[in-house]
Each structure stands twice: as C-alpha cells, then as structure tokens.
C-alpha cells in the first residue's frame, strides 16, 4: 500500500562540538596507539567439535576500544567496546540442598581422587571467617563445566528482615588438590558502619593486601601473572567502597587475559570480600610468521574506519540531572577487536 506503518524523528539540540577545531587524523591515531594500543594476546575459545577449550593467537585491544576527544586529545573514561577476550564467560557455580544427591554421593564414591566433604569443608573455612550467626545453606559437588575436573562450593547465609541485616559467604574449592576457586562475602552491619567514616585503605595499600593473600593461596599462578589497572576504577567516586585488582596469566611472554586472578578489598576493613581465579590447563601454542605490532597496526586501520564522529557522553563530573553531552570523536567503527597476527 506504500502507507508510512512507522516514523521516528530524533534531532538533538545539544551545542555540537566545532570540526574544524579537531586534532589531525594521524595525531588521533598516535594518541590510540600510546594510550589504549593493541597487543599479542592468547584469546580462549571452546571448540564446538572437539568440545574443549582452545587458545588462539590474536592481535587484539590492550585498554579498549575508547574514544579520542578531537577537540582536547584525551581519551574519554569508558569505553564503546570491551573485546571479549573471554569467549566462555565465568563459571557459575550450581547450588543444590544440604543433602547431597545419589549421583554427587556416587561421584564421591567412585572418584578417590577428590575430597570428600569434611575435608573440603576444612579447607574453605581457613580462608573465609565464618559468624556464628550464619548458617550452611547449600553445598554442593560438581563436575566443571569443561570436564576439566570438579568442584566443592559452600555458602552460608544470615537474614534478619526486622533488622534490615543480612549477610552471605560462598566459596569454592578445587575438589582434586584444595586450591581455592573462588570465595564471595557480604555482611550489611560491617558495611554499613564502615560507610560512615573514611577509608582505611588507599589503592596502593589495598593492592599490597590483594597481593598478600595471592601470595599465600596461589604462589606459583600468581608468579605466572601481570597486574592490568582498570583505567576506569572508582574515577568519579570520592569515598570507594572497595577496589578491584585484576592479575592476568602469562604465557610464553604473552598476556592471556581470559585467565586471571581477581581480587577485591573492602577500601575500609580491609578484607578480601572477594576473589575468583580463571585458569584452564590447556594448551598455548606459538606461530611463525607473526607480523610485527608496527605491521598490526598498519593492518587495523587499513581494515577498520577510524574517523571522526559525534557521539552522546555522559559526564557524571556534571552535578546535574542531565549528565549528557555531545563529543566529537575519533574512533573505530564496527571492530571485533581482534586481527589474525599471521594474515
């Protein structure tokens, strides 16, 4: 019937920033190169027909994919596009009642190999602080999701609605040699009341803490791996709650940022109210004929349109209810974030 079924107009009115006071496009691009730039990477992948997980050789963004301010030159603190170094996701862990089902108890059975229950249980409660007031809600024995092993996962848990308290510890533990997986806790009464003084703990004293307690539970992994900042931790937050470390493996002198150590500390107590490690047995390989990282980035942007263009911003420096602004960029189009190093 050639009837308009729909119609959409949207025409900001927000001041535009003025081209002609942008920086030159080859300026832009040794900005991009210096302050977020590209890296040889292991990325990890899981085979559909092999049913594994596999590490593939990349070129791909070291600090994302964030936009250059044309008019000032600064990179802008957050990002369009994060690559996914990670093609899996975190491994979640799977809860189930107190009372361990036939094939869990079968498991055990059969599988010498791992902990039995008593002893796992011995193992989580030398890392996490356990209040009397709380109480074991779930455990639970499971087989990883990539066969590579399986897994103990404990939590405990408080609640006091009349109180407006609650509070919840969970840790996981490798069933075959006891290295802690992950741990997770919250206590609303000790935050509550750390919230209303200042913080104890700086970044750089918080970290000396993460490091510590990598240190003791994970010496050899946490040798293998180097310290990547969040260049957008906590930017526009005057008092933190806590920081987030991150510690990426190495392997071969290459980052491989998909498996890490992660690390939180309450910036008040001091605590490690959280941790998580990420790290597959499997294998790394090398490849000739990589390209140099000069021939990388002349292959990205002969590839990817690096331009100018206008883009929302929402800058939370802005005391307003309306945080938005209008920016003129340089930045990527549609980019996966990843080159092959070889073609």
């Not at 263009?309 to 990527?332: A, Q």
């Amino acid at each position: 019937t050639l009837e308009v079924v729909n119609y959409y107009f949207n025409w900001s009115k927000i001041a535009m920033p003025d081209p002609a006071k942008a920086i030159s496009l080859e300026k832009a691009k040794e900005i991009f190169n210096k302050e977020n730039g590209i890296e040889l990477a292991y990325i990890i992948k899981y085979d559909q027909k092999t049913k594994k997980n596999i590490a593939k050789l990349v070129y791909t963004l070291k600090n994302g994919n964030r936009p250059i301010d044309a008019i000032t030159g600064k990179v802008l603190d957050y990002s369009i596009y994060y690559p996914a170094y990670d093609l899996l996701g975190a491994e979640g862990a799977i809860k189930t009642s107190l009372e361990l089902t036939p094939e869990e108890k079968r498991e055990i059975e059969q599988n010498k190999k791992y902990l039995t229950r008593e002893q796992a249980l011995e193992i989580a409660k030398k890392y996490v602080k356990i209040d009397k007031k709380l109480e074991l809600e779930s455990e639970s024995l499971y087989k990883n999701y990539d066969n590579s092993g399986a897994t103990w996962s404990f939590s405990w848990s408080y609640n006091d609605a009349s109180k407006n308290e609650y509070s919840y510890v969970n840790i996981s533990i490798n069933a075959e040699n006891g290295e802690i997986v992950s741990l997770y806790s919250y206590d609303s009464v000790r935050d509550n009341a750390a919230r209303t003084g200042t913080p104890k703990y700086n970044i750089e004293k918080a970290k000396e803490l993460a490091e510590n307690f990598l240190n003791a539970v994970l010496p050899e992994k946490f040798a293998q791996t180097e310290y990547r900042a969040n260049l957008n931790q906590n930017n526009q937050v005057d008092k933190p709650i806590s920081y987030n470390f991150n510690f990426i493996r190495i392997v071969n002198g290459i980052p491989c940022p998909g498996n890490n150590l992660n690390v939180t500390v309450n910036a008040y107590t001091g605590e490690i109210t959280s941790f998580y490690s990420n790290w597959m047995n499997i294998d790394f390989p090398m490849l000739d004929n990589i390209m140099t990282i000069d021939k990388a980035y002349e292959s990205l942007y002969k590839n990817v349109n690096f331009s100018l263009k206008f883009i929302n911003h929402y800058d939370y420096t802005i005391r307003t209810t309306n945080n938005r602004v209008v920016k003129l960029v340089y930045s990527f189009d549609d980019f996966s974030g990843m080159l092959d190093p070889v073609t």
